[in-house]
């Protein structure tokens, strides 16, 4: 598939070369095979044609370089605005120097929560700091053994009030726990819910009214498509997200839902999960995501050598 | 509360009441429309071009374009038969497959009620031996149904588990065993083969089993179900998926490119985390919600 995309773009610029700038005429081949990439990358179809709209406008008038092709010239153009549109960085969990920082984490079912309580555990640990994770899960059958189990695999303290059918008061009794016992952080996991299940998402608005978590963030799976808009625009309205956190990228799945959920909620994106066990949690870095997003990393990488080239010579 | 309002593929929107010209925007918008079910670009173009060649320069009505799309995606997904394939004699076994977190576990629950109900005796395998709390899980949905439940302890061989399982029916009279499997990514190599190797186990107790291996496909997923597919069914020789979490905002028209390229039907939908949100596949009713 990537090489039919390389190909279609070949074609597409070969009339241009050497006409030294791009123009509204000359991009348009070129610009429709990039969004066909990026809707196969399940980036939603909104986000993709803002994003093109607004490629086109800062690609228009740009030179191209006389040793590049013109379509290595918009295709580095395209990977330089993902980047920049998928940062800033910020991986910190923004500690609070006094009293325990609450974390919550939210998602669709089987998004990946609860895995994640404990890959953000062992993170912490790292510093020497011993989380305590709260069994906000009511719902889903063993999900408080689920996370009694990895507390006990990481030597972490798990709350859990097993009779309590309100996750509201189990989460606020957690935190008051996490007070008494001086735990700086504090992580809930909350159960997986559908963003139009008005019940439960209001239900994790009340959550939010009772114990106001410091961070909130989103956990996506990695090979979600196109209804990533809806959900996450869902999620963010009923909590005002800080962060993002995308699993499951250990596959092959292209993770283009990331992208139309950083454009839908606007914050930072903090980690991606690259495997099952606690280890697999890595910083964001937008480079990579970009790449892998628009799967013509031979162009980018010709592209940037000549321009490191030139670069030089001036 | 599940509700669809929360859609936006409402094709209805593209059409005035006195009609629309079928021009280039409408088609844009119409592939817009089409994308947003996540049936993928090419299947996407296919629908759209075919309506441009049919209905280009003239002024349709809603129900006319919505007819033929439905149409055609009916007869793609027209299927000789949702049915379990059942064993001539002795059980019936059914595993279970797909990647993390899609809805293994909770099919199995929700199937293993349905067929229950219905005045089968089951066992239920818990072959994820790997995940925390995988097997109290499926624990948890045995009680629920009354059936019986073989597990094997954590980090047990789930081709032991599974082994265990076909026996234990085999033994009590059970007209069907569903294995659970853990979650794993179609990219593992290791983990793939362990499929492999569960179905070659089974297929040691009873000549013909599995009779059934079902994919579960999230149906939030998006074009790496088609990767997914692929993948569990080179390993694993899928026969048919379950299409979970259907009850969300997502369409899951990622099946449509799926049901072309390999031939898989689609047996079963999830429609919630109750024991009776399952339900049988249905073309129609699918086909109609894609485009609602
Ligand atoms: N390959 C892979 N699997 C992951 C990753 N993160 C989580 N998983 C797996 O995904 C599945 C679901 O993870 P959970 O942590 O139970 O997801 P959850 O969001 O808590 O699920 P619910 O509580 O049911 O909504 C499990 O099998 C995890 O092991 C990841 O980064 N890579
Ligand atoms: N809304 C909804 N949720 C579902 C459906 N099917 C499963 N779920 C939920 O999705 C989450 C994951 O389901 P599981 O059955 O644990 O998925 P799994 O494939 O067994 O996960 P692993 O074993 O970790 O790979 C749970 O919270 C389930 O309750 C469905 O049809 N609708
Ligand atoms: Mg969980
Ligand atoms: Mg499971």
Redesign the pocket.
Known sequence: MFESLSDGLQSAFKSLSGKGKLTEGNMQDGLEIVKRSMLEADVSYSVVEDFMAQVSERALGKRVLLSLRPHEELVNIVHSELISILGPVDPSLHLKKDGPTIIMLCG???SGKT?TCGKLSQLLKEENITPLLVAA?L???A?IDQLHVIGDQLSVPVFSDKGNQDPVAVCKAGVDKAIKDGNRVVILDT????AI?ETLMAELKRIDKKVSPDQVYLVVDGMTGQDAVNSAGAFNEALELDGVIMTKLDGDARGGALLSVKQVTGVPIKFIGTGEHFDALEPFRPEGMASRILQMGDIVAAAREAHRIVDEKE | TKTRQALNTDIRDLFKSEGRLVDDEFLNELFARLIRTDMGVASAEAVRDDIGTRFRARVVHFDDILESITAQTRELLAQESTEIQFAESGPTVIL?V?????????????LAYHLHSTGHKIVLGAG?TF?AA?VE?LTVWSGRIGCEIVTGKHEADPASVAFQTVEKAIEIGADIAII?????LQTQTNLMQQLDKIRRVIGKKIEDAPHEVLL?L??TAGQNAISQARGFSEAAGCTGIV??????SAKGGVILPIREQFQLPVKF?????GLE??AKFDSTTFAKALFE
């Open positions: 669709l079912q089987g895995t899960d719902q889903r059958p999900a159960a997986g819910r559908l299940d | 279970v797909g990647v993390n977190g899609s809805g293994k576990t909770t099919s199995i629950g929700k994820d995940r995988a899980q659970d499997t853990a979650g794993r579960v999230d149906a299409l979970a979490k259907l009850d969300g939908v999830g429609l919630g985390e949100d399952i």
